[in-house]
């Protein structure tokens, strides 16, 4: 008898708590995400970027993540045919696929530490007004 207060008073604690959990869910970090990702594109939109060359490094990322995903899928497929024929050739194509993938992603790593991104800077003018050189003394009194 007591099993069933307990999963009764569950069900009932459940059915208050689960809705308000996943209304949660659906104003949480992934719609946030989407938003700021909607506000960084509308911002680099504004800017005086050339749209040819944000196209062209949009492509070379899709490239570059295309080349990620082959040489991984190539090392796990190859991998798992290693282990199922029990074969020293495809575990040696397997290092293979890995010493390529590392490879890649040290050239990666190395492009983007040197500044893989070039923009161009442009100054802000600032026009000095009177009252900011001016100084402004502020007293507080601790009460």
């Keep these: 008898m007591t ?9 009932i604690w459940a059915a208050f708590l689960l809705p308000s959990f996943f209304a949660g869910r659906r104003r949480g970090p992934l719609n946030t995400t989407r938003n700021f990702a909607r506000s960084k594109d509308l911002l680099a939109s504004v800017t005086g970027v050339n749209a040819g060359e944000v196209k062209a490094r ?3 990322a899709a490239r570059r993540k295309r080349v990620l995903v082959a040489l991984g899928s190539g090392a796990v497929f190859s ?9 020293l050739t495809w575990l040696a194509v397997t290092i293979g696929f890995d010493l390529l993938f590392a490879g890649y992603v040290t050239l990666l790593l190395k492009v983007r530490g040197h500044g893989g991104r070039t923009g161009s800077v442009i100054p802000l003018i600032t026009v000095e007004r009177e009252e900011d050189t001016q100084h402004h003394t502020v007293r507080v009194v601790a009460g």
């Design 3 to 11: 099993l069933i207060a307990f999963l009764l008073i569950g069900g």
């Design 58 to 60: 949009r492509r070379a």
């Design 79 to 87: 991998l798992a045919l290693a282990v199922y024929q029990s074969s």
